[in-house]
């Protein structure tokens, strides 16, 4: 079997091989520099970790919606990211109204459910309009046009918000309950980085649950095994693609407040790279796998948090977290090189798509 592989190898596959192999080596003795020189704290390496984790599950969140999509239609929604966008920027103006009155102070806990539902309401609506509008009446065209119609989606509604409400930063109001903290030693955790993980534990369980356990979830992974055999079988295929463009909407919306509340802030254009990172988390996990999102979301947070100071610092490479995003995409590439349906996608993926 070996001699086989062996034969079928062209030099392409060599040297990407190769490449794979430079970049662990790379990564292998970085690390060890870094670890050896002693120069960051146990407590260091934890923040940082516990900080992936936190951005992790909001990627998580994000690729959800990619999935979903791509599981059903084979097709990447690249106008997700507005999608993720215009759930907390709608939510801001209530949020700060409710800012302004008072009422975060007083309720605050009832303020952020409050928020959480019109972000996700606003977004599962956006999600909706998007499909019917932009992608329902290209279903039957040729790969190459809907993808083109979600870049022109996408920056049709960044543009829009930018026109519609200015180029201004809009700033969160302050949820003081989240900024405490709980100390373990020398270590510390914030109730916001508790409260992002445990509630994008919460939607991602939910999600779960929903598509093993319900009629629609059953109805969606038929679709996505064989939409026109679905068809025949009874199963509402429109009705299908709606609820799964609705629920990855939902999702955006919620990550789109956890989003801002660890960063407080809103803008037109805010969607561009955590979107540009879900779609990695995506990848990574496998796309069209609901499970491999989750891990690719957190593999890629952690990696991003983590890699830049344990991978290039030893190296003596200045300023080393400005090239996160060049580490995190590296290890997508890795992650490809050997495993190129992702962590947990199919063999032969390229195949049914």
Known sequence: MLKQRLKRLELSDV???LLGILIIGVVVIGSVATLASGKYAMRAWFDLIVFGITLGSIYALIALGYTLVYGILRMIN??????FMSGPYVA????????RAGFIEQ????ALILIFLIAMTASTLIAILVERIAYRPLRHAPRLVPLITAIGASFFLQYTFFRLFGPNLKVYPDFKFLGASITFGDFKLTYLQIFVVVAA???M????????RTRIGKAMRAVAADRETAALMGINVDNIIVTTFALGGALAGAAGVLYVLVFNQVT????????LKAFTSAVLGGIGNIPGAMLGGLFLGVIESLGPTLFLDGLNIPAPYQLKDAVAFT???????????GILGERGLEKKA
């Not at 309720?107 to 009832?110: S, T």
């Not at 037109?268 to 979107?275: C, E, H, S, V, Y």
């Open 205 to 212: 369980l939910a999600l779960h649950q929903f598509t093993q």
């Open 268 to 275: 037109a254009f805010m969607g561009f790279f955590p979107g």
């Open 201 to 203: 534990g919460i939607f």
């Open 107 to 110: 309720n605050p806990i009832l």
């Open 92 to 99: 801001y103006f209530f949020a700060d109204a409710m800012g």
């Open 331 to 341: 290890m997508l590439v890795l992650v490809l090189i050997f495993r190129p349906a």
């Open 15 to 17: 040297f990407i091989y």
């Open 78 to 83: 690249f106008a997700h990211s507005e999608v």
